[in-house]
């Protein structure tokens, strides 16, 4: 295919050529500011006027009652989804990642949703059957990253002296001596092969701590997190906020670390979709995605973060009080164990430092972890799987569409090679290398 080519919604070839793209999004861009000046009713009649017009205004998409799910509610509360022509886009709450797959598996059609803010991983496990009823797939695509960090282990009160942060190591001699004593040890995840089940482990393994012998795993949906932590459901969980600051302010139990103290900037929750809603509605998709797209912009400005953090609280969307909420998506972070960082370098990130876009690399790297803890099967294609579930291209075009300047479009598919806190190293190129440097794993 010749280089100036483009792509269409789907991926095919288009005989446009980059000269005449460029002009064409040029002209676009010139007339967002008089499309935005209109009322909301006549901008959906100029949209629907016009050759790009949305097949449908309609959209159902899940969230879970975390902060890194901003970029929906921003969407809609700011008015964004209207502005690019879905005035009729649903934004419901999902009781549990389980929840989110099961209604994803329905889709719209059977009373489900047609997409949702979603663990990177689960679009993966979901298009595979991997992780779905009778182990049938259901195709899907990741039109955008949500996020980047923003995710925090946290241990209970009675591991205070411990003082335990990235180094799980006296972890391990409190929980054997805790076993000892006839009592359970815990670890909560809110899914099997999700991130947070990915991070618990990353961190435990570190340390010498198998997951799946010196600890038990559990699934916890977020929003019963803490509740559970009082209870002495768990010894530690891994979970968004507002979760791990309201464990702090019920007093409950401390922030061991970011988990971005284990990754910095590592990729967390995506904008998933189902692949067949996407290819029956391209212009639909690419009006969710630039909606979502922009709504990441404003979350990102720290002049917004306030306004962002009382919009999370709201009954409608987390329902947290509004201080379990505010300081960390500030970037501030008491860990309630005597740390305090302002303005942390490691604080949730939304579009800073490419946040949106879905690097191909980083899929990658789940699939690899999915694949060590035998979620998925060893001798998996993985570039044709993730081919086939990261949309990035749609990403690009998007980006193009709303006039993101070129330095905030990455050039790669690939982020590279990715070091850990523990000087372990990701080679997209090579994950088999990982895999077989790493001495904790469930795969044979």
Not at 281 to 289: D, F, I, S
Not at 338 to 354: A, F, H, I, L
């Amino acid at each position: 295919m010749d280089d100036n080519t483009t792509k269409d919604a789907k991926g095919a070839p288009s005989m446009i050529k980059r000269r005449d793209f460029l002009k064409y999004s040029i002209a676009a861009v010139s007339g967002a500011a008089l499309f935005s000046s209109l009322p909301p009713g006549m901008r959906t009649a100029a949209w629907a006027a016009g050759s790009d017009g949305v097949e449908t205004t309609k959209a159902k998409l899940g969230f879970i009652a975390l902060t890194d799910a901003a970029p929906l509610f921003v969407a809609d509360e700011k008015g964004f989804f209207a502005k690019h022509g879905m005035t009729d886009v649903e934004v419901l709450k999902q009781s549990s990642w389980g929840t989110t797959r099961d209604n994803l598996v329905l889709g719209s059609a059977r009373n489900g949703i047609d997409g949702a803010h979603i663990l990177t991983p689960m679009p993966y496990l979901i298009t595979t059957g991997a992780m779905t009823a009778n182990n049938i797939p259901t195709p899907m695509y990741i039109l955008a990253r949500l996020n980047l960090g923003g995710q925090c282990i946290s241990v209970g009160q009675e591991y205070a002296d411990l003082k335990l942060g990235v180094d799980s190591q006296p972890f391990k001699a409190a929980l054997e001596a805790k076993k000892a004593t006839g009592k359970p040890v815990s670890a909560a995840m809110t899914f099997p092969g999700g991130t947070h089940d990915l991070w618990m482990r990353y961190w435990l393994a570190a340390g010498g701590i198998d997951p799946n012998s010196d600890i038990s795993t559990i699934v916890v949906p977020p929003a019963q997190m803490v509740a559970n932590m009082k209870v002495g459901s768990m010894d530690t969980f891994c979970v968004c906020e507002p979760w791990n600051e309201q464990l702090i302010n019920q007093k409950i139990g401390y922030t061991a670390l970011t988990t971005s103290e284990l990754w910095h900037n590592h990729p967390e929750k995506a904008l998933g979709m189902r692949a067949d809603w996407v290819d029956a509605n391209p212009n639909a998709a690419q009006a969710l995605l630039k909606a979502v797209m922009e709504a990441q912009m404003f979350c990102e400005d720290p002049a917004n973060r306030e306004e962002v953090a009382k919009i999370c609280s709201k009954r409608r969307w987390i329902n947290a009080p509004f201080n379990d909420v505010v300081e960390r998506m500030k970037g501030n972070f008491d860990y309630g164990n005597g740390k305090v960082v302002e303005n942390s370098d490691n604080q949730m990130r939304y579009w800073k430092d490419n946040a949106s876009y879905p690097y191909k690399s980083h899929d990658k790297w789940f699939i690899t972890e999915d694949i060590r803890w035998g979620y998925l099967p060893q001798d998996l294609d993985m570039d044709a799987l993730v081919d086939k579930v990261n949309r990035e291209d749609l990403w690009r075009a998007a980006a193009t569409s709303l006039g993101v300047p070129a330095e905030q479009i990455p050039t790669s598919t690939s982020r590279g090679v990715e070091t850990f806190f523990d000087g372990k190293t990701f080679d997209p190129e090579n994950p088999m290398a990982y895999l077989d440097s790493l001495a904790i794993k469930a795969m044979s």
